[in-house]
Structure formats: structure tokens, C-alpha cells
């Protein structure tokens, strides 16, 4: 099974590198990206673990980026995690998200929720603070009974603890992508709701594929993304988006698995390159 979705506790997950690794094994999975968000801090342990046990490990990231005044998710896969363009991307972006998780703090705070900084922190253990951390802080104080429920009543998007984040333009994290010798695939399109013109804008500055295979997605508008990947030349992609199972009790590694011949489409995409 070949799976180019996951995260572990460098980004939002809420597996260590070697634990996504081993339950990836365990679920029969044979390739896997990691994909954590805005960080390639965990793709050196990701591939040590992978050898050890087998797996061919897809380096990646994913990108927080904004198109057409949208938030929209670029998948890196195939990436040099030492490129010097995504390595200090990757650190200005765990600056930026410490300061975010200052505020969204603070702003719990001031909604009556005491909770402090050194809180998260202890609960991310060294990892890009990101709002499931906080989240957890919540569940700990029992403030909320799950992460679900956090994300619900106040760190969703728009809900009263929420901050915004900082985000580059899609365009030019596909670029920065490619410069790092990887390929640049739109996530869970099905969510961010892209208009069809926005995404051939995407499709013309460069964008490789479509994650048209995802948990989130039903049928029909995997025939949608389908025909729309076919029609500009994007490759079909696939990946559980597995969190953890607290996080996305719903998904699981390798629910939804890549056909080998549209893999191979994208490895060789990611060959161009190099």
C-alpha cells in the first residue's frame, strides 16, 4: 500500500516518527510519506525508522499556503529536507506558529479558560506548537472532555480561541517545493473547496498532482477530481491524512492506498527535477 498523507508529533500528530513507522508496518503499508505541516523536522528520524523496518519513506511537508483568498494545503513529496529555500521555511514557520500559540493563549485566557504556555509546550515535547497541543492542554484541564470538542467550541477555524497563522501564496510554495526537488500536490481539495479556475491558475504555475484519494472524500467527487486531474495533466494522489487516532479517530494508515502506476508518475515528475 502506498500512502503520501501522515503526520507524527513534529507538526500535529500524535505518533513519534518511529511509532507512525511501526504502525504504518503493522497496517501494511510499503511506502509512506510523512508530511507534517510547515516543518521537515521529523524526516531524518522518519527515515532511519523506515529502513529499519522496510518501508520506503516519501519525504515531505505541508505547506500552509493561500490562493484565490482561500487556505489552501500543498503537499510536498519527494523533498530535500536540507534545501536551504524549505529548511529555513521550515524554521521561520516554527518561529512564527510559537508566537501564534502565544496569543491563541492568551485569548483563552481572556474567555476564562486559564491555561498557560508552558503547558503546550510540555505537551508538544519539542514539536512545531500547533492547536492540537493546545487542544490536549484544554482536555487536561478539563475544560473539554476531547481534542474533537476543543476544536469545536473554540480552536476551530473562526471559533473564539482561534488566531490566524501566516501563510505563503500557493504559487510560491510550489516553487519553493520544486527548488528543493520535490514534487507539489494540492491536498484535500474536496475541503478547501478550490474553484475550478483557481485551480488551473495552480495547474499553470506548476502543480503536479491532485490528492483526489483521501478519507474525506466521497465517491462522486472523487470522479469530479478525476476528470478535472485528467484534464490538466495533474497526477491522482492518495493519502490517509492519519493524525493519530485521538486526533482523526476516523482515519487509518492505508485506508485509502495509490495505485503503483500513478506513483510512478509522480516519482518520475520529482526525477525532472534533479
Do not use: C, W
Not at 482536555?139 to 474533537?148: F, M
Not at 495547474?203 to 462522486?220: C, T
Not at 487509518?252 to 518520475?268: E, I, K, Y
Amino acid at each position: 500500500m502506498i500512502d503520501l498523507h501522515s503526520h507524527t508529533t513534529a507538526s500535529d500528530g500524535e505518533h513519534s516518527p518511529e511509532e507512525l513507522l511501526a504502525r504504518a508496518r503493522a497496517a501494511g503499508v510499503t511506502t509512506l510519506a510523512v508530511t507534517d505541516h510547515d516543518t521537515v523536522k521529523a524526516l531524518g528520524r522518519a527515515q532511519a525508522a523506515a529502513e529499519a523496518l522496510g518501508i520506503r519513506l516519501v519525504p515531505g511537508i505541508e505547506v500552509s499556503s493561500e490562493a484565490a483568498g482561500r487556505e489552501v494545503h500543498i503537499l510536498g513529496h519527494f523533498v530535500n529536507p536540507t534545501e536551504p529555500g524549505l529548511a529555513g521555511f521550515s524554521d521561520r514557520l516554527g518561529e512564527e506558529r510559537a508566537e501564534r500559540m502565544g496569543r491563541m493563549v492568551a485569548q483563552m485566557n481572556q474567555l476564562g479558560f486559564p491555561v498557560t504556555l508552558q503547558e503546550v509546550e510540555r505537551i508538544a515535547a519539542g514539536a512545531h506548537l500547533g492547536r492540537p497541543h493546545l487542544a490536549r492542554a484544554l482536555v487536561e484541564r478539563g475544560y473539554v472532555t476531547s481534542i474533537r470538542e476543543a476544536f469545536d467550541r473554540f480552536l476551530g477555524d473562526g471559533k473564539p480561541g482561534y488566531v490566524d497563522r501566516f501563510r505563503v501564496s500557493a504559487e510560491d510554495a510550489i516553487s519553493m517545493l520544486h527548488r528543493a526537488g520535490g514534487t507539489a500536490t494540492l491536498a484535500h481539495p474536496g475541503s478547501s473547496k478550490v474553484l475550478p479556475h483557481t485551480l488551473e491558475r495552480l495547474a499553470k504555475a506548476g502543480l503536479d498532482g491532485l490528492e483526489i484519494f483521501h478519507p474525506d472524500h466521497v465517491p462522486s467527487q472523487r470522479e469530479a477530481f478525476l476528470r478535472q486531474a485528467d484534464a490538466l495533466g495533474l497526477v491522482p494522489t492518495a493519502g490517509s491524512d492519519y493524525h493519530g487516532p485521538r486526533v482523526t479517530p476516523d482515519r487509518r494508515l492505508g485506508m485509502v492506498s495509490l495505485d503503483p502506476s500513478h506513483f510512478a508518475r509522480l516519482v518520475a515528475r520529482a526525477a525532472s527535477r534533479r
